[in-house]
């Protein structure tokens, strides 16, 4: 017997994988999700996790492990230097991204602390697709001046451009122009662009990007933190790549960067962990030269030895096609019910998460108030779903002139964790926000009360205006 085997587009996204163990979340009152959200100046991240039951603040770190990791962190070599499973790392960082050294560190911005301190002059410009949080911090603390030159559509929540993540190669030859391909050190690329929505870069435009900045002798360091995400994208959408893999295709954007830093906490499928890669040996050496100051010596840069094996092992998980279809599957079942419903969220769906458009659903809060943050307190007081802002109080305030920034996109990003909820969690999560959604004109927007210095969405407390 024989039958048709290529039934691939037919099936559903369901997960290659089955539950193993459980843990159990705890199912909340209104009355004490008032106090929890109170108590925590109406910013979610001052929430404690016991007070949460979906937990969609971030997929940072999040992630479920496999079996298969879990037995590698048995395997930990805690040794001082020259661990075992900092070879196996290294082993797996040049077999799925190519890249030819690695210089682990902590997590993602461990990495972007040394290569903006080895790469950045004071008074150099950094041009990217569009700015994140941590990366963009670094960049300015080594004197760097970071310039957005991410597509226009990028800022659009209702453009349904393919690849939002795409650059604007016009916008760079403007800087290269006003300021000289001289003091621009490198082009800060991510895949996929977490701010954007999760929206990613094509080849087609990474590899103008490459051909562009070799003739001006301007590096790629790519912020590799969903390039798998990434990959699939380009998969379904680019001409010539359905055949390819994805791990193909990471490799191939990889090939086209000088180097990289990773937040393994996203991708590569651990709780904590990432690096700094690059093919160059100058840069390496100066890379070892700064991790024993701040992240441990070159064969650890801040973590066990078991934490290294687990994301060793993570990566190779990452690049495997099923395990990518089902993740984003799972992210695009969640936006496409929201979608049914006329829920106004970031288009085209993204990788990692689904962002509700707080401008369009509180039309009446000014973004001065705080829409998204508010209504991301709302979310968290109707079902205990955390999830987080990513508008004006992520965007911080300008250095110059110390006013706010007013970014375009005024969000809630409701980010998925890798291999964690279920599809019943995901069909909760929309009838909380369709709740949200009939009730909005109770939601009146906060004034801010107290406001920390660096990364303020982190710590910042609020008070309801109504
Ligand atoms: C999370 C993240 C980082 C920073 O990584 P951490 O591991 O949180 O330090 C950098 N860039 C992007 C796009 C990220 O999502």
Same mark, same amino acid.
């Given at each position: 017997m024989e039958l048709d085997v290529n039934t691939f587009r037919h099936r559903s996204w369901a997960?290659p ?163 000289? $391909? ?22 087609? &435009?990474?590899?103008?990007?490459? $051909? ?20 699939w994208?380009i998969k379904v959408r680019e001409d010539g790549y359905q055949d390819k893999s994805v791990a193909e295709i ?20 651990? &709780? ?6 690059? &093919? ?9 030269? /700064? ?29 495997q096609d099923d395990h990518i279809r089902a993740?984003i599957g ?38 001065? &108030? ?63 926000? /369709? ?24 710590? $910042? ?6």
């Amino acid at each position: 017997m024989e039958l048709d085997v290529n039934t691939f587009r037919h099936r559903s996204w369901a997960e290659p994988w089955k539950v193993k163990m459980v843990e159990h979340v705890k199912m909340t009152t209104y009355e004490e999700r008032k106090k929890a959200i109170v108590d925590a100046g109406y910013n979610t991240f001052l929430l404690r996790s016991r007070d949460v039951y979906i937990d969609l603040l971030t997929d940072s770190g999040t992630s479920a492990m496999s079996d298969r990791q879990w037995a590698g962190m048995m395997m930990g070599d805690e040794a001082y230097a020259g661990s075992e499973n900092f070879y196996h790392l290294e082993e797996a960082v040049q077999k799925y991204y190519g890249y030819k050294y690695v210089v682990p560190t902590h997590q993602g911005r461990g990495a972007e602390n040394i290569i903006s301190k080895v790469l950045i002059k004071p008074g150099d410009i950094v041009p990217g697709n569009m700015y994140f949080t941590t990366t963009r911090l670094h960049q300015e603390l080594a004197g760097g001046e970071f310039h957005d030159i991410v597509i226009d559509e990028a800022h659009d929540p209702e453009s349904e451009h393919p690849f939002k993540g795409n650059i604007d190669l016009n916008k760079l030859e403007a800087l290269v122009k006003k300021y000289g $391909a001289e003091k621009i050190p490198y082009v800060s690329m991510a895949t996929t662009v977490n701010m954007a929505g999760g929206q990613p870069i094509s080849m087609a &435009n990474l590899r103008e990007l490459r $051909a562009y900045t070799q003739k001006h002798g301007i590096l790629i360091i790519h912020d590799m933190t969903r390039v798998a995400e990434n990959a699939w994208f380009i998969k379904v959408r680019e001409d010539g790549y359905q055949d390819k893999s994805v791990a193909e295709i990471v490799k191939e954007i990889c090939s086209l960067t000088d180097g990289a830093t990773m937040s393994a906490k996203k991708d590569a499928l651990v &709780n904590i962990g990432g690096f700094l890669a690059m &093919n160059d040996h100058g840069i390496y050496e100066e890379a070892c030269n /700064l991790v024993v100051v701040y992240e441990g010596l070159h064969t650890y840069g801040g973590l066990a030895g078991r934490d290294m094996e687990a994301m060793a092992i993570g990566i190779g998980e990452s690049v495997q096609d099923d395990h990518i279809r089902a993740r984003i599957g799972q992210v695009e079942y969640l936006g496409n019910r929201l979608l049914a419903h006329e829920i106004p969220i970031v288009k085209p769906i993204g990788s990692h998460g689904i962002f509700l458009n707080a401008k369009k659903f509180l039309p009446s809060v000014p973004q001065i &108030n705080f829409p998204a943050q508010a209504l991301a307190a709302a979310i968290y007081l109707d079902s205990g779903i955390r999830s987080m802002e990513r508008g004006i109080v992520s965007a911080g305030r300008d250095k110059a002139t110390g006013d706010h920034y007013y970014p375009k996109l005024e969000l809630v990003r409701l980010t998925i964790p890798r291999r964690v909820y279920t599809q019943a969690h995901m069909d909760v999560v929309v009838e909380s926000i /369709l709740e949200v959604y009939d009730q909005r004109n109770r939601i009146k927007g906060f004034k801010m009360v107290y406001e920390p210095k660096y990364l303020r969405f982190f710590q $910042a407390r609020f008070e309801s205006l109504g």
